[in-house]
């Protein structure tokens, strides 16, 4: 009977240390488990914060591309563009003023030439002088020079023929050199405005790798108001290309109504006022007039918001 109770409470004994061991495994078990877990979301939060460090390094520096390329877009529309459009309105308005001169220089030398002018009894009464002799004056003021008879003056007018034929050919010349810097001018105006546009395809480019790349939630205001110049960069290069063909058209007009008529004051058309008459209906002297008062970029007829450029231009002061 001892037997028996003495092999129960060896078994018993045994049971009870299986269980013991058996439990303190499982418990070991599950403070490895809590100690794993632990330190893998400290690695997933060391990732997560690296991850958004990136991000946020990545948003910066695409916002600094998207104001690099802004700047150097309106650094060629200021320092280029509108100073390229300024110069051909200074060479639009010194054509002009050589073809009011050109009609008037030419009637004096076809007076010298072609007709005799008689000096009227009153005409500058006192001094014996008049803007053009004629050959017959100059001829007896000559002779009484050489008789010692005359002034010791160099004739009776004040110009002479090869006066007014310097002045004519040289007004000439100066209108061909204009007409020339004109068309260079507008050679390095249309290169200027296909580097706008490769800036533009580059910003566009740019946005496209952006909207890609982001979530608009994660940006910050910084970077939304730095996107949205891609947008005004359309808008602009959009004006200056309807302002552009515009001038071109302009210039087309100055450069091919150069005729005969070029040299004499006459006006075409029906007798109505130059406004509202056509291109095809203008002199010479009509076309560069019009053109001299449509060329200001704040003329009614311009294709520039001056609006929208000033504000441009402050954003690239700031």
């Not at 794993?36 to 460090?53: G, L, S």
């Amino acid at each position: 009977m001892s037997g028996v109770t003495t092999g129960d409470s060896d078994e018993a004994m045994r049971l009870a240390f299986e269980q013991y061991m058996m439990g303190g495994s499982r418990a070991s078990t599950a403070a490895t488990t809590i100690v794993n877990e632990a330190e893998e979301e400290e690695r997933m939060a060391k990732e997560e914060e690296a991850r958004k460090m990136k991000l946020q390094a990545e948003i910066r520096k695409a916002e600094k591309i998207y104001w690099h390329i802004f700047k150097r877009f309106i650094n060629r529309v200021k320092d280029e563009w509108l100073d390229i459009d300024d110069q051909g309105y200074q060479v639009v308005k010194s054509i002009a003023g050589i073809r009011k001169r050109l009609p008037s220089e030419h009637k004096l030398l076809r007076q010298f030439r072609d007709v005799v002018v008689q000096k009227k009894d009153w005409a500058c009464h006192g001094t014996r002088q008049v803007l053009i002799a004629s050959k017959g004056e100059e001829e007896e003021e000559e002779e009484d020079y050489e008789r010692g008879k005359g002034a010791a003056a160099p004739g009776l007018g004040l110009l002479s023929e090869e006066d007014v034929e310097l002045a004519l050919s040289h007004d000439l010349m100066q209108h061909e050199k204009m007409m020339s810097g004109l068309r260079s001018l507008f050679a390095q105006l249309s290169e200027c405005h296909e580097a706008l546009f490769r800036m533009l395809d580059e910003m566009t480019q740019h946005h496209l790798e952006c909207s890609e790349s982001f979530h608009w939630d994660d940006l910050p205001p910084s970077f939304r108001r730095a996107s949205s110049l891609e947008g005004l960069m359309g808008d602009l290069l959009a004006m200056f290309s309807l302002e552009l063909y515009r001038k071109q058209c302009m210039v087309h007009q100055v450069l091919d109504r150069v005729q005969d008529d070029l040299l004499r004051n006459t006006k075409k058309g029906g007798g109505g006022r130059e406004d509202d008459s056509e291109w095809e209906d203008l002199t010479p002297q009509g076309v560069v007039d019009r053109c001299c008062r449509l060329w200001p970029k704040d003329c009614s007829e311009s294709s520039i918001e001056i609006g929208t450029l000033e504000n441009a231009l402050n954003l690239f002061q700031g």
